[in-house]
């Protein structure tokens, strides 16, 4: 069946994501295509560029055209970023093509990836209010909130398969939805650092939101650490992904996030350089979401313990390499598009067979 299965991954490549899985999946067989609503300056790969993410009339008309075509041309439709074709964020216009592809026979799979369903209110009740973003719960908050329980609710009724690659977020979808790497990284084209580390141990963080990732307090440490160590942060943000690539080779160890509580496509971005990486996992969720918890490589520390964790390699240099190449072995087992592939590949064949 995959030699002749069709599969449609849109409307967005946040972290490379569905680029690295639509060429593996090609791979494997499978005409997959990925088509994009809105560009992004990090990583800009795609096979089509359709510029109506904006809600305008032409616009409108233009979804509804790429959605009929895409109708007759595929049969999974592989939404990520925990968006669709003809979707917008207001209470009643949620996912209006859902139920159109329901009625042509098609299947749909959709993947979260964090606060595209991930409720503030929820978030910060069960974990604490200063555990996302910076603590406040405005009326807007409560807004978006209310509108992605809808969101979630009409998943369940129309999508067979629900992604999820952050295991907190499992809380608040249906519950049919499963864990699944990320596949951001062509492990073959990353070659791991073959440098010694540096006289100056050099210290990379890549925010993409400042308040999430707890990078006042990675700021504030390491200040506070190059006082009495030989150390420097390299603070990545707001250039092109091969810029930040040849940051990235130059580091000794990296920083992810201190707050959400998994790690992200920038950890395994550095894992698969043998870099070693702190970042915070909150244990109660991998446990119960992660079937590989037990296996991650990654130093956890939040912001309290973030000082402790750098000391330890600070001091023992000799671990920086050891988890260093943890690291790398741990993304060849668990991250390796290819496999991730296979597996959803799988998931398209049993669906498409009902």
Partial sequence: MSRNLRVLHCPLNNSNNYWVLSRAERKLGIKSDLTI??????????????PIESVTLPNEFRRISFL????????????NFGQSIWDHPFPGFNYLDLPIIKKAGKKIVI??????????????????????GDGSYTVFDRFFDFNKRLRAKKL?????????????????????????????VEIEKVKPVKHPVSKKIKIVHAPT????KGTEVILEIVKKLAIEYPIELLLVENVSHKAASHIYDQADIAIDQLKIGWYGGFAVEMMARGVPVISYVRESDAQKFVPFWKEI????????????ALLVLIQNRHLIKKIGFQGRKFVEKYHDPIKIARFTKKIYEEICAE
């Fill in 37 to 50: 609503f809105k560009k992004y300056n990090f990583f800009d790969n795609f096979d089509n560029f359709l």
């Fill in 68 to 79: 009929r075509k895409s109708l007759q041309k595929y049969d999974v439709f592989h939404f």
């Fill in 111 to 132: 993947t979260f990836q964090g606060d595209d369903i991930r409720q503030k209110g929820f978030f910060q009740e069960k974990y604490g209010k200063m555990a996302y």
């Fill in 209 to 212: 939101d400042r308040s999430v």
């Fill in 156 to 184: 369940d009724k129309y999508a067979d398969v629900i992604f999820s690659h952050n295991p907190d977020i499992m809380h608040v979808l249906p519950e049919k939805a499963q864990f699944l790497p990320y596949p951001n």
């Fill in 297 to 308: 490589p990654v130093m956890n520390a939040d912001e309290k313990s973030l000082e402790e």
